[in-house]
Structures are given as C-alpha cells and as structure tokens.
C-alpha cells in the first residue's frame, strides 16, 4: 500500500476521519473556488447577463454531468470494499469495467449535450437576453466534458485506496490555470464568454493529463488499457451504476427545476441567485466533504465486516458535520451582502442573494445530516435505496416546497422552500439508516466483484 494510502479497518476513527477528511474539503474548497473565480470574472468582466448564462448553463453541465459522477459513486463503493477485503484482482478487474464504461459514456452525454444545448435552454424558460450567451458557453463546455469527468474520476478512483491528498494537486493545477487564462481569453483577446468557457475546458485538460500520468507512474493505481469488461462488471454498473447514476440525476434535475422557479422572477434574480449558489456552494462544503469521507471509510470496513466500526463513523462524522456547518453558516450569514458585491453591482441583485443566503445559511447542518447517513448507505452498495431517498427529497420535498413557498412569499419563498425539505430530508434519511435494510446489499455487492484469488480463499 502507498504511504498515502489509508487503511480504515483498524486505528482511531476520529483521527483517520480528520486526517483522510480535510484534504478532500480543501479539494471541495479549491473546485468550489474553480467556479468562484469563473463567475468571479466573467460578472466584473462582461456583468450580470454573463453571470446568469454562466449560472443557467452550470446547471444544465452539472445536470449531464451528474449521472456519469453518480455511476463514478459506485467507482468508489466498490473499489473502496475491495479494498478493505484486500482482493487486488476484483479491485483491478473493477477499475478496467468503470473505465471502458464510463469513458465512452462521457464521450456520449458530451455529444448529445452538445447538439440539444439550445433546446435544453428554451425549456429552462431562458430570458431572451441571456439565451445566446449562455448556449455559446454550454456548448463549448460540453466539447470538455470528458476532461472534467476525467480528472475526477482518478480522484475518485485515489480517494477509494484511501488516498484523500493526491487530489488536491490536480484541481489546484485546473484552478491555477483557470485563474490565469479567464481575464486572458475574455478580456485580453476579446472572446467574451466563450473565452471563460474555453479557458476551462484547457484548464481541464491539462489536470486531467497529469491526473493521469501521475496515478499509473507515481501512485501506482492499477490502470491497463481499457478491454471489454466480463458480464457481470457489467451487472454490477447495472445494479450499482444505473440507480447511482440516476440519483444524481434526480439532484442535479431537483436543481434545474428550481432554476425555472427563479427564472420566472426575472434577470435580476437569476443573477442573484447565481452569486447567493456560489457562496451557497461553500456552506455545502462540509456536507460533501464528510458524505465523501465517510463512504470511502465505510465502504473498506464494510468489505471487511467490522459493522461496529461503520456505526463509529457515523456518530463521529454527524458530531462533525454539525460544529462545522454551523460555524460556516454563522460566519456566512454576518458576511452574506459583502460576498455578493464580489460578483455583481446591481443593487436589485445583490438584495436577492442578500436575502436568500441569509434565509437559508442555518437549515444547512440538516443537508449535512443527510449527506451523512446516505455516504453510509451508500457505501453498502444500497444505490435503489438512496435513488428513492433522493427523489423523495427533491421531487417529493424540495421542488413542489420551493413552487408553494415562491408561488405563495415571493422572492424569499425559494430559500424557504428549499430550507423546509432539507429538514424534513435529514429526517426520513435518519429513519431509514436506523430502521432500513440496506446492510444487506453489501454481500450483494462482494458476490459480484470479488476476483477469483479472493473467492478461493472464501472457498
């Protein structure tokens, strides 16, 4: 095992969490300012229709996106499990399926995206005036989407060995980059928006490269040129991939929906709230970091049975989550009209994002609640079971809350919304990793991707 690898089946759990957790919240944080100075410099730059086509077509890479990352969540299921049971040929035989797959997957949302970025748009409900600018950007954006996926998923792929640190190079590599071509290609030679979208696709590219080179040449990751998977790697991104992928899906089109709330109060609020997403993204940070953490550290001890140890993550990562998310949210919410400025001057946008941020920064401790728990749950192999936790939250919660809360308070009404589903989320998730059966699907899950060495030693 490399140095940085770690093994989670054994040691303090606390200690391991925080050690294992902070280089992925700084990976979030660094990905997070990735966006920041996008919009960062593409508001100051060309101003708030710029800002709110950056913002609407986001949502519409996110929501193509999302499924392939969703499949790329049982990457790091399965390959977390096989880790914790030490079987090298089902952790190698995995890695080849989820990279034949998943590569030529991205290839095809990137195309489809590419050809219906326009028609994507228009069902948005896209004000006119920021229609052109935003379906440039989308369409550029999803000519590189096969490198955004890329570079995370090696990430992913480091983070299921129990390596959190590694990551942090290549996104600080995308960002570095970022940050120095945006005023490059959209001011120095005049290409607008399509300079902000061709300076991140470049950015990309160049960290996922390395990304690359670095895990077969340094960290010693198990990559071979990617063969035809046997059937049942294929079964298990069936079972696995499909439903994870689709929960993500169910998210991310959660989010696009809300979009089409908050277009139907005009440009003004959707470009405030795409600066209140940007500062919203922070307040998430600790949610995401831990949901990640905890499934790489549940994932290994539950590939090798140590059910005590699992339930030991969970009470050490809710403890976290909570003094975390609620010292962000504070100091967010004192801060909350002075980080919107930083994106846009129009005062009839920074009282929007204003008011949301504010309205929403202390409902989310329970997001992280249910970050969690579903981690967990996840880590399992219960990929179903946290599909239908995630449409119940977002379809069933979040959206119609957000419709009602809008359609009844006004503006205000979509931060309302949203806060009242994350509280009512956190609690049915709570209910089901108590009561649920989702411990179950990890014999599931070792039966389909243990390698043959491990299966004669069970024998």
Known sequence: MKNNQLDFTEGNIAKKMFIYAWPIFLSNLLQTSYQLIDSLWVGNLIGATGLGAVAISGTVIFTILSFIIGVNGATLTVLSQRR??????????????????????AILLGL??????????????TPAEIFPMAKTYLRINFIGILFLFGYNFIGTVLRALGDSKTPIRFITVAVLLNTILDPIFIHSFGLGIN?????????????????????????????????????????????????????MMAISAGILAIMSVVTSFGEDAVAGFA?????????????????????????????????????????????????V??????????????????????????????????????????????????????????????????????WLLRFPLTFLFAS???????????????????????????????????????????GETAAAKDD
């Not at 990751?221 to 990617?226: C, H, I, L, Y």
């Not at 339930?311 to 989550?321: C, F, N, P, V």
């Not at 308070?409 to 949203?418: D, H, Y």
């Open 84 to 105: 914790g049971a030490n079987d090298e040929k089902g952790l190698k035989d995995s890695l080849n399926a989820f990279v034949f797959v998943l590569g030529g997957l």
């Open 112 to 125: 489809v995206g590419f050809l219906f970025s326009g028609m994507i748009l228009k069902a948005m409900g």
């Open 195 to 247: 300079g902000a979208a061709y300076a991140t696709i470049l950015s990309q590219a160049i960290a996922f490269l390395y990304g690359l080179f670095y895990s077969i040449y340094k960290a010693g990751v198990p990559f071979s040129t990617p063969t035809l998977p046997e059937k049942r790697y294929f079964l298990v991104l069936l079972k696995m991939g499909l439903p994870s992928g689709l929960s």
């Open 275 to 323: 600066a209140a997403q940007r500062l919203d993204s922070l307040i998430m940070l600790p949610a995401l970091t831990l949901g990640s953490a905890v499934n790489s550290m549940a994932g290994q001890n539950i590939g090798a049975r140590l059910w005590q140890r699992v339930h030991d993550i969970e009470k050490q990562g809710i403890i976290l989550i909570l003094l």
């Open 325 to 394: 998310s609620i010292s962000i949210s504070t100091l967010i919410f004192i801060s909350a009209e002075w980080l919107v400025t930083m994106f846009v001057q129009e005062r009839s946008t920074i009282e929007f994002g204003t008011l949301y941020i504010k309205t929403i920064a202390f409902f989310y401790p329970f997001l992280g609640i249910n970050f969690v728990l579903n981690g967990i749950v996840r880590a399992s192999g219960a990929m179903v079971q946290v599909l239908v936790l995630n449409i119940i939250s977002f």
């Open 408 to 450: 009844s308070f006004g503006e205000i009404g979509i931060a309302l919304g949203m806060g009242t589903s994350f509280v009512i989320s956190s609690f049915i998730a709570t209910c089901y990793y108590f009561l649920g059966n989702w411990r179950n699907e990890s014999e599931k899950v070792d039966e389909m991707t243990r």
